[in-house]
């Protein structure tokens, strides 16, 4: 019987970095990832610059692919509105990397390996069990086509377990936490692209994206080395589970579609392939953890995406560092409350933002998203530089003053 001090769940962002901290600390631990790395994970793949201030060692030029200074934004394709995230004299300039996610969970893989946590691709996690001694994980080999494999299981114990294995991961299930996820669904293409070609506002530096075309979500055009990342998502379902709601998949596919003839993007619709994944988002302040804190959750496993962005890297990456500090000083019994800590009324804040803006998105279109300081505003928001709770009311008040004005004359409201 292999024993352990912790296995992580996992080798997504959450995952690594829990497994790496684990590991430098002198822990014994296994990093377990259902496929084999590198492997492909549908995701966007945007992050702002402020990550690398969690890998350290790692340089960016490993895994990003492009520097995005400039967000052009659209109503229903049109109304373009084109700014800098940083507007003159600003005194910390930021930007948001774009990276694939294959490279960049590899490369943070490897990082953690070597710190020392045994890493075993191609191992998918098939049962958890807490008993008085810790906690059984049993796994099984999966080949590279994702057939499971004929061989022995593994099995191993270790004190304390991490659950990063995603919205259907298995951890959550075993220690019965998070019962009733709310689940956002999102869809892309990635697809190759000859920068020159196609809208002139087709840049490396420059991100898109797109409301109105698909309600109660928005669509994205993301920027990579040699293609683009282009995809729709609904990120305020009208039940718990947007993957529910009829002919959605259908409407977000036609939404990508329609962004690629938008911006003069040649493509075969035959050939087009379209990646779904499920987003489990931030449903309010609920445990994370098992009361005997063997069992913790991070990453999506914990429903840590952003209920107004739709983005999780980064707290991802956090919400791993946490967790292990937690298990490297024994208090995985107070981890729940790190995390609400660290997340929760900047994230209940964004589901009270998120409400409106996905209702009355082009009132937040016209007089939010197309304010001169509001990329910037938004950067710093996905930075975690300042927090939704800090901006909820002057966001508010704002529209609200637009929609006034609107049916005032002249100029009496500004």
């Known amino acids: 019987m292999l024993n352990y001090d912790l296995i992580v769940c996992g080798a997504g962002p959450s995952g690594a970095m829990a497994a790496a901290t684990a590991a430098q600390a002198g822990l014994k631990v296994a ?10 994970k549908t995701c966007g793949g945007g992050t702002p610059m402020v990550m690398q201030t969690l890998l350290h060692e790692l340089v960016p030029e490993a895994f990003v692919e492009a520097n995005v200074a400039s967000l052009r934004q659209t109503w229903k394709f049109s109304d373009p509105y084109l700014t800098a995230i940083n507007p003159p004299q600003v005194d910390r300039p930021l930007s948001i990397w774009m990276m694939q996610r294959s490279i960049f969970d590899n490369a943070l893989a490897q990082r953690a390996a070597k710190a020392g946590a045994e890493l075993h691709d191609g191992l998918a996690v098939r049962a958890i069990d807490v008993d008085q001694d810790g906690v059984r994980v049993r796994a099984q080999a999966i080949k590279p086509n994702g057939d499971r494999s004929k061989g022995d299981a593994w099995v191993a114990t270790a004190r304390v377990v991490i659950g990063a294995d995603g919205a259907n991961g298995v951890t959550a299930k075993a220690a019965n936490l998070r019962q009733k996820p709310t689940i956002a669904l999102g869809m892309e293409v990635e697809l190759p692209h000859t920068w020159g070609t196609g809208h002139p506002d087709l840049r490396p530096e420059v991100a898109h994206l797109e409301y109105g075309a698909i309600d109660r979500g928005y669509a994205w055009i993301f920027p990579k080395a040699d293609h683009l990342n282009v995809g729709a998502g609904l990120f305020r379902p009208n039940g718990q589970d947007a993957r529910n709601v009829p002919h959605i998949r259908e409407a977000l596919q036609q939404t990508i579609v329609d962004y690629l003839e938008a911006m003069q993007v040649p493509y075969d619709r035959a050939q087009l392939k379209f990646h779904g994944h499920p987003l489990p988002l931030w449903g309010g302040k609920e445990p994370l953890n098992t009361t005997d804190g063997r069992i913790l959750l991070v990453g999506d496993a914990a429903g840590l995406i952003n209920p107004a962005f739709g983005d999780g890297i980064l707290y991802a990456a956090k919400s791993g560092i946490i967790a292990a500090n937690c298990v490297i000083n024994g ?29 009355y998105p082009k009132l937040f279109y016209q007089y939010g998203v197309k304010n001169p300081r509001a990329a910037h505003i938004a950067t710093q928001l996905l930075a975690g530089e300042i927090p939704f709770d800090s901006i909820l ?8 003053t637009g929609l006034l004005s609107s049916f005032l004359p002249g100029k009496m409201m500004r």
């Open 31 to 40: 990093l377990l990832e259902k496929r084999t790395l590198p492997r492909h």
């Open 331 to 359: 208090t995985t019994t107070t981890y729940s409350d790190r995390i609400h800590t660290e997340f929760g009324n900047s994230f209940d804040a964004a589901r009270r933002l998120a409400y409106f803006f996905y209702q």
């Open 393 to 400: 009311g002057r966001a508010f008040r704002r529209v609200g």
